[in-house]
């Protein structure tokens, strides 16, 4: 099946510094890329929809500047978090839709953020 | 209340047991995903169904448009199948709601 690798797999930051994730698609072309964050033992939760050369669509209550999302390429979308805080540790994970069937939505094994 | 529910929240069972995990939803869907999350928290696609019944070895995926159910069934379950089994719905435009995910562990 078609695969989608994240960069990093963990992070640690300080408070106040970004952090970028990065979302690629490795053997297909994404049209579209979802960014999702789960909070401990919680369900995962739609942060943006991302679409090739278009800005991203964001969730209710999900701040556009705080979470920059670009999809500069048909197989690279980055996520940066900006000024993180202690709050915004959490598991974020990306998916993509495209490859065979082009209607899968193929996930990333996600990046774990902890503020400190 | 929750739009995508899904029982049992935790469910341990005995290495070859039939295992059944539910899930109902509140609103209109054009399709419902089956996902598995391993304990280091990647996530793979079981299903993605709109309609009647898939299988993939021992996997088994319903759905039932009318009742707004669905269910995951696993025939002689096996230690590894332990994980995370999330149903997501589909409400348009691929953007997914997900169950809070039943927590599954086989014992040997």
């Known amino acids: 099946g078609a695969v989608v690798s994240q960069h990093p797999s963990r992070v640690i930051c300080k408070s106040g510094t970004s952090v970028k994730i990065e979302c690629r698609s490795l053997?297909?072309?994404?049209?579209?890329m979802f960014w999702y964050r789960q909070f401990p033992k919680q369900s995962l939760m739609l942060m943006a929809t991302s679409n090739e050369g278009s800005k991203a669509t964001y969730e209710q209550g999900v701040e556009k500047d705080k979470f920059l999302i670009n999809h500069a390429s048909l197989t690279l979308s980055t996520l940066t978090v900006t000024s993180a805080h202690p709050e915004d540790s959490s598991f974020y994970i990306c998916?993509?839709?495209?490859?065979?069937?082009?209607?899968?939505?193929?996930f990333g094994p996600g990046t774990r953020l902890t503020v400190t | 209340k929750n739009e995508v529910e899904q029982s049992p929240q935790n469910l341990t069972a005995q290495e070859g047991e039939f295992i059944t995990i539910n899930c109902s939803y509140s609103v209109g869907i054009s399709a419902l995903h089956w996902l598995q999350q391993h304990p280091g928290g990647g996530i793979v696609s079981l299903f993605m169904l709109s309609s009647g019944k898939k299988k993939h070895g021992r996997l088994i995926a319903t759905i039932n448009i009318q009742e707004k159910h669905s269910s995951l069934h696993i025939t002689a379950s096996h230690p590894r199948d332990s994980a995370v089994y999330i149903c997501a719905v589909d409400r348009g435009a691929q953007k997914l709601v997900f169950g809070q995910g039943t927590r599954l562990t086989i014992n040997p």
């Open positions: 053997d297909f072309q994404a049209t579209t």
């Open positions: 998916s993509a839709i495209g490859g065979t069937p082009s209607y899968e939505q193929y």
